[in-house]
């Protein structure tokens, strides 16, 4: 089946420093695949998503490429801000459209 | 457009009571519709999911259980609260690929 692995926390970084986190992912063809955040408190939200290979998802600054020959969906932003502290799950999709997240990776940005 | 409300916010419970929480969407039909318990150290778990009234599976084996009365009403359950039954649930609803959430419930089991 698909699987997924996400690089594990916390991610420390300095204001306007360069971000990366990798996802690496298994699958037979070439599924969707997505970026959630979740901001302190409260629920996941969807970031970005790829539907097939070499798509670019972007949103808010951040992007990912779908790349098939290193199959891989790391999410990257060029300068990040303090508000961009939370957790970055890439998750799993099964059937009947069921997300499986994991732990996701912690995100914090200092001033 | 599409909204999803889930309630209480937050909540404190004693060991051994029961508990509901409650979760609604507007402004779509026949949404498939889950609940995830977010607890330290154990990730984002995916609990139940429904693809319709009266159809509930179950993820994981738990002392919880769920039930969607109402087509965009789904609700989660438990009989007698356990201390591990503490953490961060949150409901969700999908249309095609995409997952959108509820705000979640806080849930102190003590």
């Known amino acids: 089946g698909n699987s997924v692995t996400q690089m594990e926390g916390p991610v420390t970084l300095s204001e306007e420093a360069f971000l990366t986190i990798n996802c690496t992912y298994t699958?037979?063809?070439?599924?969707?695949l997505f970026w959630y955040v979740q901001y302190p408190g409260e629920g996941l939200q969807l970031l970005l998503k790829?539907?097939?290979?070499?798509d670019k998802g972007s949103n808010k600054g951040f992007e990912a490429t779908y790349r098939k020959e290193t199959t891989s969906f790391h999410l990257e932003k060029g300068s990040v801000q303090v508000s961009d502290s939370a957790v970055y799950f890439c998750?799993?999709?099964?059937?009947?459209?069921?997300?499986?997240f994991g732990s996701g990776t912690k995100l914090n940005v200092k001033p | 457009s599409q909204t999803i409300h889930q309630w209480p916010a937050t909540l404190v419970q004693p060991v051994g009571s029961p508990l509901s929480l409650e979760c609604t969407v507007e402004?779509?039909?026949?949404?498939?519709l889950y609940w995830y318990r977010q607890a330290a150290g154990r990730g984002l778990q995916l609990l139940f999911y429904s693809v319709g009234i009266g159809q509930i599976s179950s993820e994981v084996p738990q002392n919880l259980s769920a039930s969607r009365p109402q087509d965009r009403q789904f609700i989660l359950s438990s009989k007698k609260l356990l201390l591990s039954d503490s953490g961060f649930y949150l409901c969700?609803?999908?249309?095609?690929?995409?997952?959108?959430f509820g705000s979640g419930t806080q849930l102190s089991v003590l």
């Open positions: 402004g779509t039909s026949n949404p498939n």
């Open positions: 969700a609803w999908s249309i095609r690929e995409k997952l959108f």
């Open positions: 699958a037979t063809g070439y599924p969707s």
């Open positions: 790829a539907t097939k290979a070499d």
């Open positions: 998750p799993r999709r099964g059937d009947f459209n069921k997300f499986y």
